[in-house]
């Protein structure tokens, strides 16, 4: 999978944001648990995402989910096509450029509440 | 990845992360995009859960994802764990906690999304 540099940074990246997507998702899992205990009880355990610390962590949740979605999609295009690793970096750049494009006004939208 | 041949586990673990992830394309980016762009963290408490559970369509919705996210993160954490331990014994180790995380973390999950009851618990 070496592909002088980019690959091997997407590739870790992708190892990276899984493992935290993971994660998060057991804290999900506890968390959303709480609803069984009552309004009161989750309420309380919500109230940690609503603090205006946490809003750029949340972002960055988005942000990893996004970046796994965008990598996997472009490995399982390499996977049907091959021969379009000949352009790897190229489109590497594409996507990265439809990254940002798609997660600037997320980013705004997301972190708008910490300046209120 | 690209060259595993199309036969035995290894491939079935490689067929299920491609199909598993297609599924999750649609279903977290659309959880990701109504509950933390349009509805946002700070709208959601236990009176948006319990309108949101009122019918089975997002429990549902919420099921599939908790069951293909859980597995497709548990069985990637199993590759990554296979590159880095040789021994059986760790490999077995690791199994182990993998399989009880998944069993214990599918099970709480699932409690919730049947058992929820937008009154609030029962006796109360």
Not at chain 1, 6 to 27: D, E, K, P, Q, S
Not at chain 2, 23 to 51: E, K, N, P, S
Not at chain 2, 109 to 122: E, R, S
Request: proline letters at 4%; hydrophobic letters at 60%.
């Amino acid at each position: 999978m070496y592909r002088g540099g980019i690959g091997m940074l997407a590739w870790t990246l992708h190892r990276i944001t899984g493992i935290a997507v993971l994660l998060f998702l057991l804290l999900h899992i506890v968390e959303t648990s709480m609803l069984l205990y009552g309004p009161d009880a989750y309420d309380k355990a919500l109230a940690l995402y609503k603090q205006s610390w946490f809003k750029p962590f949340e972002f960055l949740l988005v942000a990893a989910v996004v970046y796994h979605a965008g990598n996997g999609i472009l490995v399982m295009i390499l996977d049907l096509f091959p021969a379009a690793t000949r352009w790897y970096r190229r489109l590497f750049w594409v996507g990265a450029a439809v990254y940002a494009l798609v997660m600037l006004p997320v980013a705004v939208v997301m972190l708008r509440p910490m300046f209120r | 990845m690209a060259g595993v041949r199309p036969n035995g586990w290894a491939w079935l673990g490689w067929l299920y992360m491609r199909v598993s992830a297609l599924l999750l394309l649609g279903l977290v980016l659309g959880h990701l995009y109504i509950m933390h762009v349009l509805a946002g963290t700070d709208r959601i408490d236990f009176a948006f859960v319990a309108q949101r559970f009122a019918t089975p369509f997002w429990r549902v919705y919420d099921l599939l994802i908790l069951l293909l996210a859980l597995t497709h993160g548990l069985v990637g954490l199993r590759g990554i764990v296979y590159d880095y331990t040789r021994s059986p014994l760790w490999r077995l180790v690791w199994n182990v906690v993998l399989w009880t995380v998944g069993l214990v973390f599918t099970s709480l999950g699932a409690l919730v999304l049947f058992t929820f009851q937008p009154g609030g618990p029962a006796g109360r």
